[in-house]
């Protein structure tokens, strides 16, 4: 929908499309797996990481749970494996809910920068415009998205400086 409406009604070509979604949590959830994830990699070197072989070695390490608790040590294999379940489980219900997740952003990359610049000199309405909705401040219908949006468009930073893990924080979350 969003590659069609600036390709219809800009005469440019749209490389890539990604539509980021209010789904801050699951993001979360995914980074803290790949971190269970390689802390096995690094305690249980040479097992291949598959729900079984990790199920297997968090039986084996109960026997030493206890004696690694009372000593203060580092997390046993079956309570990082404990984790990982957990987190397995919160990634699921995100995504049984993604469906219903508002757009956030929408990040779109464009075959040529004269069909960037044509689409930014298009939609820059101003924020204030865009965060009211104000179709007054429009001057044209194709400027508006679904023919009722008016979008808060600006030029990205560099993919490398975006901190995908904050999209939707406000900046006084982020401190």
């Keep these: 929908e969003w590659k069609t409406f600036f390709e219809e009604n800009f005469d440019c070509h749209v490389t890539v499309c990604t539509v980021d979604v209010d789904n801050d949590y699951l993001v979360k959830f995914l980074a803290r797996r790949r971190e269970i994830l390689e802390t096995f990699e690094l305690t249980l070197p040479g097992v291949e990481l598959t729900d079984e072989n990790l199920k297997i070695e968090a039986e084996k390490?109960?026997?030493?749970?206890?004696?690694?608790?009372?000593?203060?040590?580092?997390?046993s294999t079956n309570q990082l494996y404990q984790e990982y379940l957990s987190v397995c489980e919160s990634i699921t219900k995100e995504v049984e809910n993604s469906a219903n997740r508002p757009t956030s952003n929408v990040f779109v990359t464009f075959e040529t920068e004269e069909g960037q610049r044509e689409v930014l000199k298009w939609l820059t309405v101003g924020s204030a415009n865009?965060?009211?909705?104000?179709?007054?401040?429009?001057?044209?219908?194709?400027?508006?998205?679904?023919?009722?949006?008016?979008?808060?468009?600006?030029e990205p930073e560099e993919p490398s400086a975006i901190r995908w893990q904050e999209m939707n924080a406000s900046t006084y979350s982020m401190v």
């Design 61 to 75: 390490s109960k026997d030493n749970e206890g004696c690694l608790n009372a000593l203060g040590l580092a997390t």
């Design 130 to 154: 865009a965060r009211n909705n104000n179709i007054e401040s429009v001057d044209d219908p194709r400027q508006l998205f679904r023919g009722k949006h008016v979008l808060h468009v600006e």
